[in-house]
């Protein structure tokens, strides 16, 4: 007892042993991680606030521009009242994101309103109306609470005439005017000067508007507020909940970013969690403003991935362990005694009787060591022998497996590659399509948004037909159902629509071909007439399938750019590798011959015996060059070579390899 519980302590140490570097490289690269997670967090929360800024400097802009043509209404700037009050009104309907305008003469009395009244933001601002008319500047301020539901924010705008003209009528109408005791109209001076501020325009925002422009960046984790001196314009919920927390925390980037500082810093909310914060200051002379975008730190994230997968591991190894106990137990019990009783046949007591007991493979023993004490030499020797054929048989399993695994992983990679090069950028483009689309917002047209979508219609039609190539690529139903020659004839036509000449011809009867050979013929002419669409840049290919009672050969021609067999070698391109690999298998050579600006040649043979027919190189040069002559005559090539050019891609070329031959071959390699 004291070895076994010997043995169960060392395989523990053993096991922790194991488990420390394994934990320590975890760490390290959870750690390096965490790092480029938040540089790329930072980024990110920077391109959104840039976003945002870009936004809200476009709508001001857009105010300012508007409000600029409105104070050169004559009835704006000589101050007449009604007239000054009707035009108020139609430029408050025209501008929905305006809930009130006003007004207000040089000494800063009403002269007319429209829309929300302008009472709570009038008391106590008069030093800054005054501002404005000393300055002529236009000025954004902060957040105005008017009631428990409605909070705006202010634009003033100077009003001023450009002109001599303008400021002319100003001051004559302001002399024939006299002051109504209701403030009704007021008086600028009995001289006005071009340039001078003779009243300003007020403008209210409400909040709410200006919420719904920019909190629907806000997603998930993601919060942002505008902020001000010791005020919260506009925020997400988790900061205006508490917003003299937010910024109490954040006073000190708060007041940086209001200085023109643009930086990331973290800080701890009120739920405790650690969290990167993002600010700028908005891009807008005359607002005061700041920009934050603030999300948990990746390290806080990471903290609580950590504890659970502790938590996790050391259950899981309490349970390992203890029905490890507890199986080895059951398993050693009868195995004691068992040791017990062959060590009293060991020592010649072979007509002890042996108790069979424990599990069925435990029993089974049981009775072989009760037939030793009969047949001891002939039963170790049948053991010895059953022991071997199980190795031998686990060995050829291996085997098997290893091979069947190669093959799967094989077609894998080949699907992974068709997935990831056809279907992927795909639906790629039209993810950053549709992300243009919802980042564009507001700030586009309907006919811009009309065509932005079908442009993203178009590309996930186009990822639509590819998959099901790929899936139609994984077993054509023709190849089982008419053969070989209509399956290569049904893809030719696809790669037609690809605006690449295709021609297919047939040379002799069709071949009475088994389903491994037709399947291995299929798959080759398909992968070679994959890489001409997506490498070659050729503009005609030509497939001949040759056919007698003595070699089946089957030929890839096209005029495309061709590559240098001898730099452009990669044994790993899975086109190549699946191509070799299916010649193999069909007892056939796989040859290519080619050269930069030369064209591609792709040639398969395969005979009824199980010798593989020699293949007439310079014929096959020949007949190259004859096509691409002809091509380049009619005018229909572009990546054929100058006559004569064809020999020196000889040059590289050696005998095509043989079943059984020395590993003597042309260059394969196609384009990858």
């Known amino acids: 007892m004291s070895r076994h519980l010997s043995l169960r302590a060392r395989f523990l140490l053993f096991a922790v042993a194991c488990l420390l570097p394994l934990l320590v490289v975890v760490a390290f690269f959870l750690d390096r991680g965490i790092e480029r997670n938040t540089q790329q967090l930072v980024s990110a929360e920077g391109s959104l606030a840039q976003v945002i800024n870009r936004q809200l400097r476009t709508q001001f802009k857009d105010n300012t521009e508007t409000f600029s043509n409105l104070s050169h209404q004559p009835e704006i700037f000589e101050m007449r009242p009604s007239a000054a009050g009707t035009t108020l009104g139609q430029y408050q309907t025209a501008l929905p994101e305006i809930s009130g305008i006003f007004l207000l003469d040089a000494d800063g009395t009403l002269v007319a309103q429209s829309g929300q009244q302008p009472g709570p933001v009038l008391t106590g601002n008069s030093a800054l109306f005054q501002q404005v008319v000393s300055s002529g500047t236009s000025i954004v301020t902060g957040r105005y609470q008017l009631d428990d539901k409605t909070s705006v924010i202010l634009m003033i705008f100077p009003v001023m005439p450009v002109s001599d003209q303008e400021a002319q009528n100003a001051s004559s109408t302001t002399e024939s005017v006299p002051p109504a005791p209701d403030a009704e109209s007021t008086s600028v001076g009995n001289s006005v000067k071009p340039g001078q501020v003779v009243g300003v325009i007020g403008a209210m925002i409400n909040t709410d508007r200006l919420a719904a422009t920019i909190l629907p960046y806000a997603r998930g984790d993601t919060d942002i507020a505008l902020v001000t001196n010791n005020q919260v314009i506009v925020g997400s919920p988790k900061i205006t909940n508490n917003p003299d927390q937010f910024l109490h925390r954040l006073n000190n980037p708060i007041s940086l970013s209001l200085a023109g500082d643009t930086d990331s810093t973290t800080y701890t909310d009120n739920n405790g969690t650690k969290r990167l914060v993002y600010f700028m200051p908005l891009d807008f002379d005359g607002a005061q403003w700041s920009i934050f975008v603030t999300n948990p730190t990746p390290r806080s994230y990471a903290q609580s ?24 137990e059951m398993t050693a019990r009868p195995l004691r005694l068992l040791t017990a009783q062959a060590a009293a046949i060991r020592h010649g007591q072979f007509r002890h009787s042996i108790e069979s007991t424990g599990a069925s493979e435990i029993h089974d023993l049981a009775d072989a060591f009760a037939g ?26 291996r085997e098997l497996l290893r091979r069947t695994l190669r093959l799967q992983e094989d077609e894998r990679r080949r699907i992974a590659s068709e997935i990831h090069d056809a279907v992927s950028p795909l639906i790629t483009g039209a993810l950053y399509q549709a992300r243009a689309i919802q980042l564009g917002g507001e700030s586009s047209t309907p006919e ?225």
């Open 305 to 328: 991935l950590i504890v659970q997968s502790i938590v996790a591991l050391a259950l899981a190894a309490f349970v390992i362990l203890a029905m490890a106990f507890f199986f080895g």
């Open 448 to 672: 811009e948004q009309a065509d932005s979508l079908a442009s993203v219609n178009q590309l996930l039609e186009q990822a639509s037909k590819e998959l099901h190539s790929v899936i139609f690529d994984l077993r054509p139903p023709d190849l089982d159902d008419i053969g070989v020659v209509a399956a290569i004839r049904a893809y030719i036509k696809t790669i037609e629509r690809t605006g690449i000449a295709a021609q297919f011809e047939v040379v002799g009867d069709s071949p009475n071909l088994t389903p491994e050979v037709r399947l291995g013929i299929y798959r080759i002419v398909q992968e070679a007439l994959h890489n001409v669409v997506r490498h070659a840049r050729a503009d005609d290919v030509v497939v001949q399938l040759e056919s007698s009672d003595e070699v089946l050969r089957v030929t890839i021609r096209d005029n495309g750019t061709g590559f240098d067999p001898t730099t452009a070698v990669q044994p790993t391109s899975l086109g190549l590798l699946s191509m070799r690999e299916r010649a193999a298998a069909i007892g056939a050579s796989f040859t290519i011959v080619t050269r930069p600006g030369g064209g591609t040649v792709i040639l398969i043979e395969r005979k009824s015996s199980e010798d593989v027919t020699m293949i007439d190189i310079d014929a096959l040069l020949e007949s190259e060059a004859a096509h691409q002559q002809s091509v380049a005559t009619n005018g229909t090539g572009n990546g054929h070579a100058p006559d004569g050019e064809l020999s020196s891609a000889a040059e590289s070329l050696t005998s095509p390899q043989r079943h059984g031959a020395d590993d003597r071959s042309l260059p394969r390699t196609l384009p990858a």
């Open 372 to 397: 030793m004490a009969h047949q001891i030499e002939a039963q170790m020797h049948g053991m010895d022998e059953s022991r071997q054929e199980r190795e031998h048989q686990a060995q050829e399993m």
